[in-house]
């Protein structure tokens, strides 16, 4: 049972999954701070070279199962076409309206 991205809890988490499932790198830098930080399985990664691998070149989609710490833990799906799918787990720091960090890693 996958909760729809319209129901997440965080309304900055919820436009974040919405633009990433949307391929909508508009949206999806517009939930961002400009200088947002994240790592992927515990290293820190450049955040635009990341995305641009492994949400808009690669058809990277999240459906997320569950939701925890007022929204902002995800434990969710994501597919993309370089890694297929996989079980993930994202943690997401939001001030002022905007994700500043957010970490990923296979659950």
């Not at 007022?70 to 799918?85: E, F, H, K, Q, V």
């Amino acid at each position: 049972m996958s909760i729809p991205a319209e129901s997440l809890t965080n309304p900055v988490v919820r436009a974040f999954v919405t633009a990433l499932n949307a391929h909508d790198r508009s949206g999806f830098q517009a939930a961002l701070a400009p200088d947002a930080t994240m790592s992927d399985d515990g290293t820190d990664r450049d955040l635009r070279q990341w995305t641009e691998q492994e949400i808009f070149s690669s058809n990277g989609h999240m459906e997320v199962e569950s939701e925890t710490d007022d929204g902002l833990s995800l434990l969710a799906r994501y597919s993309n076409d370089t890694w297929g799918d996989m079980r993930t787990r994202w943690r997401f720091t939001v001030q002022d309206g905007k994700v500043i960090r957010f970490e990923t890693r296979q659950a």
